[in-house]
């Protein structure tokens, strides 16, 4: 069975950096789409950052230039680095695998395995 877990979350100053972890069990992250979304208190669930199974890899217009996803396949782990963080960051980080093999897709219903999340708080 696929399972997800995050790691990495926590509190920093804006301007700070962290870097979250998910680790992956039971899945190939060079065959399939791997995101990291975010839900902020009171808000919806947003797309934060996706890496294609081909590597290719996108990011909301809020974290451009600011966020990095990366993967290391023979660890099954998914990476996201997090640069010049603002308050407004501050979420619960979940990491998702998609439901399909070889597809590319930016919408929650596209995947089907979650983490728990991770608590990331950035103070001001």
């Known amino acids: 069975q696929v399972q997800l877990v995050e790691s990495g979350g926590g509190l920093a100053q804006a301007g700070g950096s962290l870097r979250l972890s998910c680790a992956a069990s039971?899945?190939?992250?060079?065959?399939?789409?791997m995101a990291w979304f975010r839900q902020a208190p009171g808000k919806e669930r947003e797309f934060v950052a996706v890496?294609?199974?081909?590597?290719?890899?996108s990011y909301t217009d809020s974290v451009k230039g600011r966020f990095s996803i990366s993967r290391d396949s023979p660890k099954n782990t998914l990476y996201l680095q997090m640069n010049s963080l603002k308050p407004e960051d501050t979420a619960v980080y979940y990491c998702?695998?998609?439901?399909?093999?070889?597809?590319?897709?930016?919408?929650?219903?596209?995947?089907?395995?979650w983490g728990q999340g991770t608590q990331v708080t950035v103070s001001s």
């Open positions: 890496i294609a199974y081909n590597g290719f890899t």
């Open positions: 039971d899945r190939s992250l060079s065959t399939y789409t």
């Open positions: 998702a695998t998609s439901r399909l093999q070889s597809t590319l897709t930016y919408s929650e219903s596209g995947y089907a395995y």
